[in-house]
């Protein structure tokens, strides 16, 4: 079983909509909790980080997260073309010093 | 300030032979960590170093290794190469201390013929 799920893709949205991404942890020990986003063929972008539970908002990102139920979201509100991306969810903590990722949601924005 | 750089962006080799990655972390950065990326299992974690020592490493066998060096560079390297070995490799840094986060550089695209 994967450490960090997330919800399977494509995802596509309509420009100016909000588009929701989700992600699941296995490990209880998890402390911090990383949105990345990733153009194809570029490396991962840090966009979000969130370590309490609750939300977190940056611009049009809003992260939230929920350690009792193990989730994490992102919420991108106002959606662009340019938002489109992979997103990985990563969770960080425990005894192990790694990041752990998901498989990463594809968004797609549609003009 | 300069961002995390990999050397080189791309590299072609065949089975049997061996590669040497290079990192250059952030300037005060003196965490580095190797991830592989490929589209079957995505990113997985290598190994990490921390003032010249290697500090967590995932589970990939002997034949992937790295170091640090006293400037917090790193590289990595992998000895007899596989097909499977065909992958994105990408260095993170940060600056080393609990639930930072880690920024990444371009990585660099390995393919073994």
């Known amino acids: 079983q994967k450490e960090v799920e997330q919800n399977s893709g494509p995802l596509s949205v309509p420009e100016g909509a909000i588009a929701s991404l989700n992600c699941t942890y296995s490990d209880r020990v998890s402390q911090s909790f990383f949105w990345y986003r990733q153009y194809s063929g570029k490396s991962p972008e840090l966009i979000m980080s969130i370590y309490s539970n609750g939300d977190k908002e940056d611009g049009r990102f809003t992260a939230q997260l929920n350690k009792a139920s193990q989730y994490v979201s992102l919420l991108i509100r106002d959606s662009q073309p340019s938002d489109s991306a992979t997103y990985l969810c990563?969770?960080?903590?425990?005894?192990?010093?790694?990041?752990?990722f998901g498989s990463g949601t594809q968004l797609t924005v549609l003009p | 300030k300069a961002g995390v750089t990999q050397t080189p962006r791309y590299l072609i080799k065949t089975r049997g032979q061996q590669v040497t990655l290079s990192c250059s972390p952030i300037?005060?950065?003196?965490?580095v960590s190797w991830y592989q990326q490929t589209p079957g299992q995505g990113l997985q974690f290598l190994f990490e170093y921390f003032s010249e020592t290697q500090r967590n490493k995932g589970n990939f066998p002997g034949r992937f290794s790295g170091r640090q060096f006293s400037n917090s560079r790193s590289e990595m390297n992998v000895s007899t190469l596989e097909l499977g070995d065909s992958a994105l490799y990408l260095c993170?840094?940060?600056?080393?201390?609990?639930?930072?986060?880690?920024?990444f550089g371009s990585g660099t695209q390995l393919s073994v013929l």
């Open positions: 300037s005060g950065h003196r965490s």
């Open positions: 990563a969770a960080l903590g425990g005894s192990a010093r790694q990041l752990t």
């Open positions: 993170a840094s940060s600056v080393g201390g609990a639930n930072e986060k880690l920024f």
